[in-house]
Nanobody, 121 residues
């Protein structure tokens, strides 16, 4: 019964900015890693940015210096601030979170529904 709901996508001009949000709800005891992925050209999603529960971040080379991932643990929410957007950033972006629904149970990976970001030139 864990759900990840994304928001903030849309159409933006090259050089502009967008902030994506992903809020987890439902049965949540704790959340470990969270991240953002995009579809990319293949059939496997590409990592864009990840963040640990302690705040350590990792970025794909293509977005390093332009995107910033952050999280608000009190709100079970992860954000992706996307600056200096390029047309190549156009894609469907998916939120991912590793959630422990109950204190003594395992952690499961969950995906958001995806949100479209379109960057026009």
């Amino acid at each position: 019964q864990v759900q990840l709901v994304e928001s903030g996508g849309g159409l933006v001009q090259a050089g502009g900015s967008v902030r994506l949000s992903c809020a987890a709800s439902g049965s949540i005891f704790s959340i470990n890693g969270m991240g953002w992925y995009r579809q990319g050209p293949g059939n496997q999603r590409e990592m864009v940015a990840t963040i640990t529960s302690g705040g350590s971040t990792n970025y794909a080379d293509a977005v390093k210096g332009r995107f910033t991932i952050s999280r608000d643990n009190a709100k079970n929410t992860v954000y992706l601030q996307m600056n200096s957007l390029k047309p190549d950033d156009t894609d469907v972006y998916y939120c991912n979170a590793h959630v422990r629904p109950v204190s003594s149970g395992p952690t499961y990976g969950y995906w958001g529904q995806g949100t479209q970001v379109t960057v026009s030139s």
